[in-house]
């Protein structure tokens, strides 16, 4: 829960208005913000596809913890795999609950300003993609996290008791991999793509082998993370099956088109 308030409190700075000298535009910045989280909340919670993406994802969670599967897996890495070659090439993202707050927090807010400074739309949109990614999965990070009540690795075995502990989802994983996979989204090239999904996943290998959390935690949280950059993503397009009309005027009159986005 500590991990999960710092770094909320670190990315609502991205509320205040950076860049901007009118106070009317920061008020319709902030109203466009505002709407936009809204959106956001009600593609993410209120969408009967999105959920059902997410129960499915709980569900293949739910087999992992408590069937044993967790564990074997568990005992097979730390036995057959973990090796001082593999301390070490997880060593950059093994970082503790207040630098994911002292990391993204500033990179959110610097890209945002540099963007604004730069005139780059591009980090502009990625700053405000990964924070309202993140937003939009928190509650259901901390619903989730309570509601299996899994133990870590040391701590006892995977199986799921509601409030028995608060470490069934890792917030470490969610946390870092919402930049990752909302600039894999941006990308168009299928090669940045990939690399950046494969980026998106190292903070939860370095959990795993750190013996931090079992794969199941790790695997619903990146899934976790991969949903709430989707709901943004598509926050930022056309209503499927929006219809929009609009009139331009010619030579000789109006002319009226329609255009409807499947």
């Known amino acids: 829960m500590t991990l999960i308030l710092r770094i909320g409190l670190g990315l609502a700075v991205l509320l205040l208005p950076l860049g901007h000298r009118c106070v009317a535009a920061d008020n319709g910045a902030i109203s466009r913000g505002v709407e936009a989280v809204k959106t956001d909340f009600g593609n993410f919670y209120l969408d009967r596809g999105n959920l059902t993406k997410l129960a499915i994802g709980v569900a293949g969670a739910a087999v992992f913890a408590n069937t044993g599967m967790d564990r074997y897996i568990r005992n097979k890495y730390q036995d057959d795999l973990r090796s001082n070659g593999t301390d070490e090439a997880t060593k950059p993202f093994n970082i503790?609950?207040?630098?994911?707050?002292?990391?993204?927090?500033?990179?959110?807010?610097?890209?945002?300003?540099?963007?604004?400074?730069?005139?780059?739309?591009?980090?502009?949109?990625?700053?405000?993609?990964?924070?309202?990614?993140?937003?939009?999965?928190?509650?259901?990070?901390?619903?989730?996290?309570?509601?299996?009540?899994?133990?870590?690795?040391?701590?006892?075995?995977?199986?799921?008791?509601?409030?028995?502990?608060?470490?069934?989802?890792?917030?470490?994983?969610?946390?870092?991999?919402?930049?990752?996979?909302?600039?894999?989204?941006?990308?168009?090239?299928?090669?940045?793509?990939?690399?950046l999904y494969g980026l998106s996943t190292f903070t939860g290998l370095s959990r795993i082998n750190d013996d931090k959390h079992y794969f199941s935690h790790v695997a619903v949280a990146w899934y976790l993370a991969y949903l709430s950059c989707a709901v943004v993503e598509k926050g930022y397009g056309p209503r499927e099956g929006r219809v929009r009309v609009q009139l331009a005027p010619v030579p000789k009159g109006i002319a009226i088109t329609v255009q409807k986005t499947y």
């Open 96 to 195: 503790t609950g207040s630098e994911v707050a002292l990391v993204l927090a500033p990179a959110y807010i610097g890209a945002y300003g540099a963007g604004k400074l730069l005139h780059n739309p591009t980090m502009e949109e990625w700053a405000l993609k990964s924070f309202r990614a993140t937003v939009v999965g928190g509650p259901a990070l901390v619903l989730l996290a309570a509601a299996t009540g899994g133990d870590r690795p040391t701590e006892g075995d995977s199986n799921w008791g509601a409030f028995n502990n608060f470490h069934g989802v890792s917030g470490h994983t969610y946390f870092s991999a919402v930049p990752f996979i909302t600039a894999a989204k941006m990308s168009e090239n299928p090669y940045q793509k990939a690399i």
